[in-house]
């Protein structure tokens, strides 16, 4: 017997046991679908998310203190200090606050971002009309609203149409001065509607007279990171002057080191998620053994027969052998288009681009048959060792 007869013949015993055969594969199904969408939903999510970061100008960093207590933390006044410094071009601080609009019965839900005149300078805003606040509306805190589009084009049908109309956010009225088109965003699509706006940071609804920012962005003017990384230092070294603490109660983080460090997460979770998910493909893989084990006991007696008209042990392990892995090759199959399903259906959901790389597929592919030749490999060997004139006894 050939491997092509013996791939026919495993292929027939698959047929002849649909059930078992499917019970048998539940495991690899599972295993493989569990890698391939783990990893093509890391794959997207990381890809999102670095873009994301990506519209942040070269040459930017972060500074963030370790705590927002009384010493350490960042003002408006730091801002304006580190503006000062030789070599940077642009700085901005930033601060966060939810706030409320009415549009009939409904409630609109906004997260507003108190910030600088030059945030666009640091952060690549694709503005779609009127502009972002000048530096003019910042001093005198002028109540300009800067919202994106998804909220202009839902309450006045345009971002057009959205210019110069008055939005009434946590009882303060504001005017719109621009509309811009934000980047699909890691949680875009997850969780429930906020829109995101903009507006100088005295301007805060409530918010008085604001001397505190959660972190500041500055951008220097050299674009080399190993230049970026000294106005780092300067920074850091500043504010810690300024605020009568330790240099390294700042956190700071360059793009390019924010990026790095997203990359390095991603990677290490879905090196977790996916050996927990490969963990069901050995469990698939010992299911994939008892059923063969079952199968060589039953088939004693055709054993015992093929082997007393001239099959060799040879003959008799590669057929357990090709059926075990045509057994981990369909729930391979299986399993990845499950896998593709769910991170289709994934992205459709959270607005993540779908990725899938053909290597994720074929190395799944290749591991369902090392699974199927591992686990089957016992079976197969026990059928080969059989002796003729028992078999053929066996009842």
Not at 221 to 241: I, P, S, Y
Not at 324 to 342: K, P, R, S
Request: hydrophobic share 45%.
């Amino acid at each position: 017997m050939n491997l092509w007869e013996s791939i026919l013949l495993a292929l027939e015993n698959v047929r002849v046991n649909k059930m078992r055969s499917f019970l048998t594969i539940i495991g690899i199904v599972v295993g493989v679908a569990a890698v391939i969408a783990v990893v093509s939903i890391g794959q997207a999510g990381k890809s999102s998310l670095v873009s994301e970061l990506g519209q942040v100008a070269e040459g930017s960093f972060l500074v963030i203190p370790q705590s927002q207590g009384e010493t350490g933390g960042l003002t408006v006044d730091d801002v304006e200090q580190i503006k000062r410094l030789k070599g940077i071009d642009a700085v901005v601080g930033l601060l966060t606050l939810p706030a409320e609009s009415k549009k009939g019965k409904d409630t609109v839900n906004f997260m507003l971002n108190g910030t600088h005149a030059d945030y666009p300078k640091i952060n690549n805003l694709k503005m779609v009309a009127g502009r972002f606040f000048s530096s003019g509306e910042e001093r005198s805190r002028q109540k300009s609203l800067v919202v994106e589009a998804k909220y202009a084009e839902e309450v006045f049908g345009s971002a057009a149409a959205a210019m110069n109309k008055k939005v009434t956010l946590n009882s303060s009225i504001y005017r719109i001065v621009g509309v811009y088109k934000p980047e699909e965003s890691l949680l875009s699509g997850l969780g429930g509607k906020v829109y995101n706006a903009f507006l100088p940071i005295g301007a805060l609804p409530g918010a008085g007279d604001v001397r505190d920012v959660q972190y500041i962005q500055a951008k220097a003017v050299e674009k080399d990171e190993t230049l970026v990384r000294e106005q780092v230092k300067a920074v850091k070294k500043l504010l810690a002057k300024r605020h009568n603490t330790a240099v390294a109660n700042y956190i700071a983080q360059t793009g390019e080191e924010t990026q790095e460090a997203v990359k390095s997460a991603f990677n290490v979770m879905q090196t977790i998620i996916g050996s927990i998910a490969g963990i069901s493909l050995l469990v698939g893989g010992i299911g994939v053994m008892n059923i063969m084990l079952v199968s060589v006991t039953e088939r004693t007696r055709e054993i015992g027969i093929r082997k007393a008209i001239g099959a060799t042990p040879g003959m008799i392990m590669r057929q357990f052998l090709v059926e075990a892995v045509i057994l981990c090759f369909f729930g391979g199959l299986i399993g990845t288009l499950l896998g593709l399903f769910a991170a289709g259906i994934f992205s459709l959901a959270t607005g993540w681009p779908f990725l899938v790389s053909w290597g994720t597929i074929l190395l799944a592919f290749a591991f369902s048959a090392a699974v199927g030749i591992f686990f089957g490999l016992y079976p197969a060997n026990k059928a080969a060792r059989m002796q003729p004139i028992e078999s053929l006894r066996y009842e």
